[in-house]
């Protein structure tokens, strides 16, 4: 079963734009915040940037709090969107004492249960089948809550994922699929690597619903993701096929492996997701430019804050990477 996405502007029930605004920020200006301090050797973990994928974030503001979460390594947008704080992910990256788990390489080997963010993987696509025994468990106790797998298109060749989506298929699991396609493994374009670019073919014949998602569009994501929860929740498990583009490298230790992506690129600059709800603010919202810049300015603030704070409560730590 193929759904047709309803691509509404409006108001998602519940929900406010400029929270996708001050999300989308947190977790763009986050990221470039990391990006420097990796640069500078202040930190030791490395970041996989979702820039031009914030919008995907705005998924975790349509689930319920009991829902589970397990993120990709390039999920930061819906870790934050979950509840998971600024504050949480800068003593994971320099392994403060208050750190929940102790301080790790990179933020995704780390979890927040309390809040519904699961530990993932770095083995590609190796969290699904735990996504998947956790939606098991879900089911089993009848609790009303769903799991959200949260992968990359690159993931479609990993057998553990379709080992994953077949038991949870057959056996009707609470469970979302969200695949942030975003056409690249690393360097290699979708072409090169599956014949087609919709990963519905591919996912439905497990007993998969399936949903196309414009993946810049805060409001689409926002809606189908609470499509695909209530699908879930009645037996169906869901897939929301994602589509958006990564507008920067592939990580801070690899920098840009693409070559010949100056076209698509400016393309997909031209659709920023941060830039599309700020235009919705500005001409439905009520808001004037400079409220609007103003949530960028205090995300920015904040961030630059949380850091100091996290400086003084490892201080051996922040600022020395080889200690």
């Known amino acids: 079963m193929n759904t047709r996405p309803q691509r509404r502007n409006d108001v998602p029930p519940g929900a406010e734009p400029v929270e996708f605004l001050r999300l989308m920020w947190r977790t763009r200006l986050f990221e470039e915040f990391s990006m420097r301090l990796k640069k500078e050797g202040a930190v030791l973990g490395n970041t996989y940037p979702c820039l031009g994928q914030e919008a995907l974030g705005v998924a975790a503001l349509a689930l319920a709090a009991g829902d589970a979460v397990f993120p990709s ?48 993987s770095s083995m590609i696509g190796g ?58 493994q690393v360097s290699a374009a979708w072409s090169q690597v599956r014949a087609q670019k919709a990963l519905a073919p591919y996912v439905a014949p497990y007993g998969f619903v399936t949903r196309p998602v414009d993946g810049n569009n805060a409001f689409d994501v926002f809606h189908s993701m609470a499509w695909a929860r209530a699908e879930a929740l009645a037996g169906r498990p869901a897939m929301l096929d994602c589509e958006t583009y990564r507008m920067g490298g592939y990580s801070s230790h690899f920098g840009e492996p693409r070559s010949g992506i100056e076209g698509e690129l400016a393309a997909w600059r031209a659709r920023d997701p941060i830039a599309f709800v700020e235009d919705w603010l500005e001409r439905h919202g009520g808001m004037a430019r400079r409220e609007i810049a103003a949530v960028r300015a205090a995300e920015a603030q904040a961030i630059a804050a949380a850091w100091e704070k996290a400086k003084r409560e490892a201080p051996r730590r922040a600022g020395d990477a080889r200690r």
């Open 73 to 120: 390594y390039r999920s930061r947008a819906i870790v934050f969107g979950k509840g998971a704080t600024v504050e949480q992910h800068f003593r994971e990256m320099i392994g403060a004492p208050e750190a929940e788990q102790g301080g790790r390489e990179v933020f995704h080997h780390a979890a927040f249960p309390g809040i519904g963010v699961m530990p993932s």
């Open 127 to 184: 969290w699904a089948p735990t996504a998947a025994g956790y939606a098991l468990t879900q089911q089993m106790e009848r609790s009303g809550t769903v799991t959200v797998c949260v992968i990359g298109d690159g993931s479609l060749g990993a057998g553990d994922l379709h080992e994953a989506l077949n038991i949870a298929g057959t056996w009707k699991l609470p469970f979302v699929l969200m695949v942030e396609n975003n056409g690249y």
